[in-house]
């Protein structure tokens, strides 16, 4: 991981970094490690792109969820300097099986810009549930061809937008800083202010924010409930009586059909007897 020369070089980097790798400090560039003192090569590679970024350069960078919410000083400091020292736009939750059949660990992608100064008053959230592909290790299209991808030359209807989401992220990332600071954290998209993530130990992940409507069950009461089933009770006795007589009518009909089974073919038995 040595970088001499490139540092502030590129004004956009887009990486998809290696996961659960782990490299010796010996092996680590010393500047790396004094941003973040780390084994863990997806904090390696966040640090080496803020350091890669030129000031006012943007970043996209798939990481695994444990980016977001690990309690280690490494993983708290790299997210505490993304929020209070870059500007941090968005947290992408992508779907359980993205990355199937080559892993099936959960990931986000990570939005920020390199200011060197702050910036980040409200972090957007987006929850992707579905990228129009199955989330097996099949990872088949869900939908026709013209309704794949991002740009699409048709809105989706809701049952698609189920199996796509990509069009959506894209629309409502555009209004980030307008109509979606409005939305509420019941919703798939939601900004959060900087003031509640600091609160929250620079915890990134989704469902720390996410709120979740519970539907209200009203229960009825013990004796509610015994009345209930005694009034079922009697509804059912009337048809189980019925069910009893036809059995024992069936039973009695076809004992007369095994008796008559017996019975010669030919009634005229005395004259065959004769013959």
Not at 130 to 135: E, F, I, P, R
Not at 192 to 211: C, F, M, Q, W
Request: hydrophobic fraction near 40%.
């Amino acid at each position: 991981m040595h970088h001499a020369g490139d540092e502030e070089k590129y004004p956009l980097i887009l990486g998809n970094p290696p996961f659960a790798g782990s490299l010796d400090y010996e092996n680590n560039a010393k500047d790396l490690l004094a941003s973040v003192k780390t084994k863990k090569t997806e904090l390696l590679f966040l640090a080496l792109f803020l350091r890669l970024l030129k000031p006012g350069g943007r970043a996209a960078i798939i990481v695994p969820d444990g980016v977001l919410f690990y309690s280690s000083k490494a993983h708290k400091q790299l997210r505490q300097m993304l929020v209070e020292e870059q500007k941090l736009d968005a947290v992408i939750s992508l779907p359980s099986g993205a990355f199937k059949p080559y892993a099936g660990v959960s990931t986000a992608i990570l939005i920020f810009t390199k200011t060197n100064s702050g910036g980040t008053d409200n972090v957007w959230f987006y929850n992707m549930l579905a990228d129009d592909w199955s989330l097996d290790d099949k990872r088949q299209p869900l939908l026709p061809e013209e309704k794949l991808g991002v740009t699409l030359a048709e809105a989706l209807t809701e049952a698609e937008h189920a199996k796509n989401n990509l069009p959506d992220v894209l629309a409502r990332w555009g209004l980030r800083e307008t109509s979606e600071l409005e939305r509420p954290r019941t919703s798939q998209s939601f900004c959060v202010p900087k003031a509640h993530i600091t609160a929250n130990g620079y915890d990134l992940s989704l469902n720390r924010y996410k709120e979740v409507i519970h539907e209200i069950v009203e229960h009825l009461l013990p004796r509610e409930i015994l009345a209930k089933l005694a009034t079922l009770e009697d509804e059912i006795q009337p048809g189980m009586k019925m069910l009893e007589s036809m059995l024992i009518l069936r039973h009695d009909w076809q004992t007369e059909i095994n008796q008559s089974s017996f019975l010669p073919e030919n009634p005229n038995t005395e004259e065959q007897t004769c013959l």
